[in-house]
């Protein structure tokens, strides 16, 4: 099975070598590499013409359009039927692609048609020492899976067939954030399941992920523009009122990661003005109260426990979570 896989960048030329270097190291035979740069000028171009087999595609916007539309352009010059996106500050273990097509096989004709993606866990490393594990939470019926227990997603752990991207209509070009929730999203409304596999085969390097600016509210309007395209649909789902709460409960969540962040690096104006629009737009006070908590204790207790104890705990929290949903328990 061919997979193609989509390289993005910008501006971090050390950083998409190490990406690209993870993909060439795979071991399934049949991978195409299209890499794509945002505009930026970096000598990536030279330097893959020295080092990239033949067959490997270079891309430049010429001008920043954003992570959408370079994947969009990915989707529309994929030779695969599976496509999966690599941001440049992640890498691969050598056998995520053999993973993903070998799971992929398992299924059959019709539940390969109606599998959107499939997603592995993530090994977030800070200084290059592991520091925890991520599984995703979504599984099966992504509009059930999002209706139980939110919209969950993890950096460059999906591979996408590539028609049911095109029949959802690829990824929104409005959209500045969120896009990887959205496209969630969209393959909710379009009847799609995702298939998970709870092996950690991408790194993610929590100390070079970058925020999209310094500017906080330029990232709460980016939020409020994703949650304003789907709140009809979050309204369809749990009706008028429960669906605005949906919609208000997920701002605060992603408020509340935001402000600790601003917390603990100091920047005590924008963590006061991000938890101003949080009880603004959410006035649940316990609620927010709660979200805050999680996130500080996430950010300096959780990351110092041994890996495989927070391995233990999730998958944990997740079976209870899900033997309560079995149960009709909400």
């Keep these: 099975m061919l997979v193609t896989v989509l390289v993005t960048t910008y501006e971090r030329l050390d950083l998409a070598k190490r990406a690209i270097k993870s993909v060439l190291n795979q071991n399934h035979p ?41 994947r ?17 500050d992640d890498e691969w273990k050598p056998n995520l692609l053999n993973e993903a097509v070998a799971n992929l096989n398992t299924l059959n004709q019709k ?17 290059n020492k592991t520091v925890a594990y991520g599984y995703q939470k979504n599984s099966g019926n992504l509009e059930r899976s999002i209706k139980s227990i939110g919209t969950f997603t993890l950096s460059s752990s ?51 992920r970058t925020r999209l600016t310094n500017n906080p509210m330029y990232r709460l309007k980016n939020i409020e523009a994703y949650l304003n395209k789907w709140l009809p649909a979050y309204q369809k789902w749990f009706g008028e009122k429960n669906g605005r709460d949906y919609a208000n409960q997920y701002f605060a969540r992603v408020a509340s990661n935001l402000a600790i962040n601003h917390c603990l690096r100091g920047e005590l104006d924008n963590f006061t003005v991000v938890v101003k629009k949080m009880f603004k737009e959410n006035p649940k006070i316990f609620e927010n109260l709660k979200f805050l908590t999680e996130s500080l204790l996430r950010e300096t207790l959780f990351y110092k426990m041994p890996p495989y104890f927070i391995s233990f705990i999730r998958k944990l929290l997740r079976k209870n979570k899900t033997a309560i949903n079995e149960a009709g328990i909400k």
Excluded: C, R
Aim: aromatic share 8%; glycine share 8%.
């Design 158 to 208: 999906s591979l996408y067939q590539v028609s049911a991207l095109n029949a959802v209509g690829k990824f929104d070009e409005k959209l500045k954030s969120s896009i990887d929730h959205d496209i969630w999203m969209s393959l909710a409304i379009g009847g799609y399941s995702v298939l998970t596999v709870d092996k950690p085969l991408v790194t993610t390097h929590i100390n070079l």
């Design 72 to 88: 969009n352009w990915g989707i529309d010059n994929a030779s695969g039927e599976y496509i999966a996106f690599l941001d440049d």
């Design 30 to 70: 049949e991978t195409e590499l299209l890499v794509i740069e945002d505009g930026s000028k970096t000598g990536l171009q030279d330097w893959m013409n020295d080092n990239s087999p033949t067959g490997t595609k270079y891309h430049n916007n010429k001008t920043n359009k954003g992570l959408a539309a370079s």
């Design 111 to 127: 539940e390969k048609s109606t599998t959107g993606a499939i997603s592995f866990g993530i090994e977030l490393m800070k200084n």
